[in-house]
């Protein structure tokens, strides 16, 4: 018996999915430095690790503008083709769009799967995505996007393979015409306007609830935040885009209630049709009556995030929101930026003058937690519950309440 069950041990491992290898392509354009450039690649490398596959080498090359057939130049695309060959790559990931022509030209090129950024992150939330309308909002935007892209891709799809960058429509959708898929994308605009409509009521249902939504840099720790406050289990992980579907609970605080949103992350280079498809989800962000903007402040380009968030706000028309800049993760800031040997006057020295700084170039409050140690968690608990109850007294200044 002990040994039948090894042998299905064995054979369950064996079913084991395979970890995918991958090489990254960069280009530093105009106007753009190489230390931005290697910013965007290490975020790359984090999401095709989200995705599921491990980054073996990255690729930089300069470029007044991109190659209309190839993207970089014809040596760099030998330099790369006698890498992957010579270490058996499965794939070269672009941190840029590509054109279906310049697609069909690299994988023709490379014979391996050719992926660009857009597509990576479509793919993450084509993995990621459980309800319904999560999956239909992420295949509306892989059919947006693949659409002008489909005569490039006739050849690459043929061969129906599977892994990252395959995932949803794909070989289904495109080996029918682009009539098809316009009827297809129709049909996926109607059932999301439909579930919006019932978003919509069931949005109307919490109108004398006072709403606060957590928003931020994808990874900032928003879900970790939305466990702490409502002693919750929200999924939370650290990997890009762990969260997709807004999730609502109830929080209540020295007995003022209110409903506290978690929403799906935001980052650089996002997929304009990807934006548009979840706006019906984002809905909750735009109606929220105070904002709770999480920051990765041990981040090195924190500033950068900060901006990304506020763009996307502005897109959504949510920007003029009351918020609190919540910056997370003050443990590994503390850890990673100051000395051992730095005196502990110093460092609260050090910690206002950054308070102030955020405070001034950004115009609302500033505070610094940790939601995995707990510091300072209390204080936002007593800062929300006094927001809270003044929204209430606002929104309701003839009504007692008394919960």
Known sequence: MQENWNVSKQKKASL????????????????????????????????????????????????????????IRKG??????????????????????????????????????????????LDIFANRAQTAQAKTQVELAQL??????????????????????????GEKEIETDRRIVRDKISKLKEQLDKIQRQSAIRRKNRKDSIRVSLVGYTNAGKSTIMNVLSKSKVFAENKLFATLDTTVRKVVLDRTPFLLSDTVGFIRKLPHHLVESFKSTLDEVKESDFHL???????????????????????????????????????LYKKRYFDDYLEQEIREQLLVDLKEQLRNNHQCDVLFVSAKTGENIDILRRYLDTQVKALYQKRYPYQRHSW
Request: proline share 3%; with cysteine; aromatic share 6%.
């Open 16 to 71: 084991k999915k395979q970890v995918e290898t991958a090489v990254l392509v960069g280009a530093i354009l105009r106007n753009q430095s190489s230390e931005l450039i290697e910013e965007y690649l290490a975020e790359l490398e984090f999401l095709a690790l989200t995705a599921g596959a491990k980054t073996k080498k990255v690729f930089v090359q300069k470029l007044d503008q991109p190659n209309s057939t190839s993207f």
């Open 76 to 121: 760099k695309v030998e330099e790369i083709k006698n890498y992957i060959d010579e270490h058996d790559i499965d794939m070269v990931i672009f941190d840029d769009d590509l054109t279906g022509k310049q697609t069909s030209f690299l994988e023709e090129a490379f014979e391996r799967k050719i992926i660009d950024r857009s597509t990576l992150i």
């Open 144 to 169: 947006q996007y693949l659409l002008p892209r489909l005569r490039g891709l006739w050849t690459h799809l043929e061969r129906q393979r599977g892994g990252i960058g395959m995932r949803g429509p």
């Open 293 to 331: 903007h999480v920051v990765d402040l041990a981040h090195p380009h924190f500033e950068d995030h900060i901006a990304v968030v506020q763009k996307t706000l502005l897109e959504l028309q949510a920007h003029q929101t009351p918020t609190l800049l919540l910056c997370n993760k003050i443990d």
